[in-house]
């Protein structure tokens, strides 16, 4: 079991995280001696072996294991063939339940480039169509929508008002992937966690927390 040490001047108490990749990251206050928190650790040693047996559990059963010719991949809720074809046109391009990449059957790196392209595109478009119908009900704007692949973050919203948001969401049911819009969104009316920002979440998203449990059950494995 490898862990990552940090010291935090901001911590006020020994927290312990492990992350998507099944990282156990141990947080120190700078008051707080290394052996002490090492001991923290040793007692919570149960605990730390049940989830990351669980995390790896998880990445067995990930969409990726999927990612080659024939293949079915989740999107939104709804799954997609995969179809590799060396002389298509495009480099990927869905029809139907399939989804057509340019790339020959055997060559699984660059099917799963190709995929994940792809799902990068969705991710974009989907983003940017939601979060503008979000808004406008909200009477806010966005200043801009990025796309990114964190390994422990699904969005995100800053001060200067950027939208940013987890591609691999697409993988994840449409409920899902709207919730984390939603929330991020109302992050531009209350940049906080207030009972005046959840209000605003469960309006807009009656069914927040039924998607935020299946992320926390499902998300490691979209990872």
């Not at 002490?36 to 559990?57: P, S, T």
């Not at 940013?164 to 009316?189: D, G, I, Q, R, T």
Request: aromatic fraction near 8%; charged fraction near 20%; hydrophobic fraction near 40%.
């Amino acid at each position: 079991m490898k862990v990552a040490l940090r010291v935090s001047k901001r911590a006020r108490r020994i927290s312990l995280r492990i992350n998507q990749k099944g990282e156990v990251i141990l947080t120190r206050p700078h008051r707080v001696s290394e052996s002490v928190a090492l001991h923290f650790l040793e007692r919570k040693k149960a605990w730390v072996l049940h989830h990351l047996r669980d995390i790896e559990a998880q990445h067995a059963r990930s969409p990726r294991t999927a990612w080659h010719d024939g293949g079915m991949i989740p999107f939104l809720g709804n799954h997609l063939t995969i179809s590799a074809r060396p002389s298509f046109r495009s480099t990927f391009h869905q029809d139907g339940t399939l989804l057509i990449v340019k790339a020959r059957p055997d060559d699984h790196a660059g099917i799963a480039r190709l995929v994940e392209q792809w799902y990068r595109m969705q991710a974009e478009a989907y983003f940017h169509a939601t979060c503008h119908d979000i808004c406008a009900r909200l009477g806010v704007r966005f200043h801009r929508l990025t796309i990114r692949g964190q390994s422990s973050r699904w969005g995100s919203c800053s001060k200067q008002g950027n939208l940013n948001f987890n591609w691999k969401l697409m993988m994840a049911p449409s409920k899902v992937a709207f919730s984390v819009a939603v929330h991020e969104c109302c992050h531009l009316v209350h940049l906080n966690h207030s009972a005046r920002f959840w209000n605003l979440v469960n309006m807009l998203c009656p069914f927040y927390d039924e998607a935020n449990t299946w992320l926390k059950s499902h998300g490691v494995a979209l990872a």
